[in-house]
């Protein structure tokens, strides 16, 4: 997975708890992105991350936070979940020729 | 509105028959257009890219077949086996912009 990993995999919360997902690269990247992939959605971009402390938001960006204070680390927040943020989250780097690389997810379901 | 239209979501391929995935775009800015492949449980990994200064481009036994005029681009998978059955995304950027994802095509070989 292109040295990308991410944590937790898995995690069942209940509505109204702050969860955060965490994404970490060794490759130095600069670009990061969080993305979630429900059945017949495709993958939609959250938010994303183009160098330290210095971020953007994606098509689907509403109840989502983020932050990156180190390079090889970014975060997704969900301040207050809800049902509807039950999903599967990844996370991808992209090199300098626009190759994007994809984490293994985390699936995330909110009760 | 979505900008990248993927068909069929659904498709089922004898095996050793071609398997053909369309896509269709609305941004004539585009100028990236890779492919996914997505197995059960694990994340999108590039397939095969190209830019519009071709028209075709050729891995193995993967195909992308570009047509600017008319907007589209699409994936062939030849001599298609069991192991290709998956989940194919299609895409497209701007520049180093972030990609846009077509909703997915789910690809069954049948044995």
């Known amino acids: 997975d292109a040295g990308i990993t991410q944590s937790p995999r898995h995690k069942v919360t209940e509505t109204g708890t702050p969860v955060t997902l965490r994404c970490h690269q060794t490759?130095?990247?600069?670009?990061m992105y969080w993305y979630r992939q429900d059945p017949g959605h495709g993958l939609r971009l959250i938010h994303y991350s183009y160098g330290v402390k210095d971020t953007d938001k994606g098509e689907v960006s509403d109840g989502y936070s983020v932050s990156r204070s180190k390079t090889e680390d970014f975060l997704l927040t969900l301040e207050s979940a809800t049902s509807s943020q039950t999903s599967v989250y990844f996370c991808a780097i992209r090199d300098s020729v626009s190759e994007k690389y994809f984490g293994p997810g985390t699936r995330l379901t909110v009760t | 509105q979505q900008q990248v239209k993927q068909s069929p979501q659904s498709l089922i391929v004898q095996k050793g028959g071609i398997s053909i995935i369309n896509c269709a775009y609305e941004n004539t800015a585009f100028d990236y257009f890779p492919w996914y492949q997505q197995f059960p449980g694990k994340g999108p990994a590039l397939l095969i890219a190209?830019?519009?200064?071709?028209s075709e481009k050729k891995e193995g036994r993967f195909t992308i077949s570009f047509n600017k005029s008319a907007k589209q681009f699409s994936l062939h998978i030849m001599d298609s086996q069991p192991g290709d059955s998956a989940t194919y995304f299609c895409?497209?950027?701007?520049?180093?912009?972030?990609?846009?994802f077509g909703k997915g095509t789910m690809l069954l070989v049948s044995p």
């Open positions: 895409a497209a950027s701007t520049g180093y912009s972030t990609l846009t």
């Open positions: 190209i830019r519009p200064d071709v």
């Open positions: 490759e130095n990247h600069r670009y």
